[in-house]
């Protein structure tokens, strides 16, 4: 049996989507439908997917001859169609974020947990046999127990979205709802706790596209807590030049140890306390990188694990139970810097 998939929103990451179900799981899946104005990325999406049906309407792609829907859009829209289409009793992969603000991730929720069709959140990350590992190291007491999580994100602005949606906060969620609920997700996983409060700073500096009050920030530090007392940080910027090699850090330090990404070499790296060599050790991991737009770890495999969770009922690492707490942290750290307090989840 091949699933019939509609894909809503066919801008990079869409595309990216078609490209990876269509020809990456080409055996089990096809592109029957796609929806956009955009008659640029309708062309890109009818080169991959040549027999597609075009639509302009949701609704039209929700309510047609289909097993399941893949939703790219802007993060304001994600929660709506997502409701419309379990409604309809489709499958749903729906990027992130969960929602743009605690109403909406609540509303997904409640019907997540009622349904019995397949709704997988798209936290690649999770999927990557790279992140997994150090998931893997963790639970095998490689660290001792964990104490702190950290993430660092030094890179440039984002890129350009229709309309500049990502730019206004009420649209996105915020810089830290669209960036960073990948890297709460991870860490929140990693350390197998929920977040209880949090507090945040931050500001527009340099990049600013709408202006105004709602447009997002651009540079921000967050700090939280679990409700098992492991304490977290996340810095962001995102005015920094690439020179810097690692964009992106992320690592957990434990009562006898520290583990950090290394990403750009798809290394981990493990420190011992009180060991007698001063090096880390390395683990070099086998993991893909992903063939879509930002070439992500776990993209690919995400992907094909959507597949089997509809077909032979393979539990996803991310529902909406799963990852909306990462979300849910964003959004708290987002009211932070507003109200300049302390914020409990």
């Known amino acids: 049996m091949k699933l019939k998939l509609g894909f809503i929103g066919i801008g990079a990451m869409g595309l990216s989507h078609v490209k990876s179900f269509h020809e990456g799981c080409g055996q089990q899946a096809e592109a029957v439908a796609i929806c956009s104005s955009n008659e640029i990325n309708i062309a890109k999406a009818l080169a991959i997917a040549p027999k597609a049906g075009v639509y302009k309407s949701s609704e039209e792609v929700i309510h047609s001859d289909l097993d399941a829907v893949v939703v790219s859009t802007p ?9 419309e289409t379990l409604r309809a009793g489709k499958h749903l992969f ?11 991730c609540g509303e997904l929720l409640a019907m997540a947990d009622k349904t019995d069709r397949v709704l997988m959140i798209g936290h690649e990350l999770r999927y990557s046999a790279y992140f997994q590992k150090i998931k893997e190291l963790l639970d095998a007491g490689e660290i001792g127990v964990p104490r702190m999580v950290w993430c660092k994100e030094f890179r440039g602005p984002f890129q350009k979205k229709s309309h500049d949606w990502i ?29 209880k409060r949090v ?13 105004g009050e709602h447009q997002v920030l651009d540079h921000a530090t967050v700090s939280w807590e679990y409700e098992n007392d492991v304490r977290g940080t996340l810095q962001l910027c995102m005015f920094a030049p690439e020179l810097q090699g ?3 850090e992320m690592g957990i330090v434990g009562d006898k140890g520290i583990i950090q990404t290394r990403i750009s070499k798809i290394q981990i790296l493990l420190w011992k306390r009180n060991a007698e060599k001063k090096e880390p050790v390395v683990y070099d991991v086998e993991a893909r990188r992903g063939t879509g737009w930002g070439n992500h770890l776990g993209f690919d495999e995400i992907h094909e694990a959507f597949i089997k969770a509809v077909l032979e009922g393979k539990r996803p690492l991310t529902t909406v139970r799963d990852c909306v707490d990462g979300t849910l942290l964003a959004i708290a750290a987002e009211e932070s810097i507003r109200k300049k307090a302390i914020v409990e989840l």
Not at 178 to 192: A, R
Request: include cysteine; proline fraction near 3%.
């Open 199 to 211: 507090c945040a700073f931050g500001g527009n500096a340099v990049e600013r596209v709408i202006g």
């Open 75 to 83: 993060n304001f829209t994600h929660v709506p169609l997502a409701l």
């Open 167 to 195: 730019q206004d906060s009420r649209k996105s969620g915020g810089a830290l709802v669209d960036k960073n609920c990948h890297h709460f997700d991870l860490m929140n996983w990693w350390v197998g706790a929920r977040p």
């Open 94 to 104: 729906l990027e992130k974020a969960v929602g743009v603000n605690k109403e909406e």
């Open 246 to 248: 690692e964009d992106l």
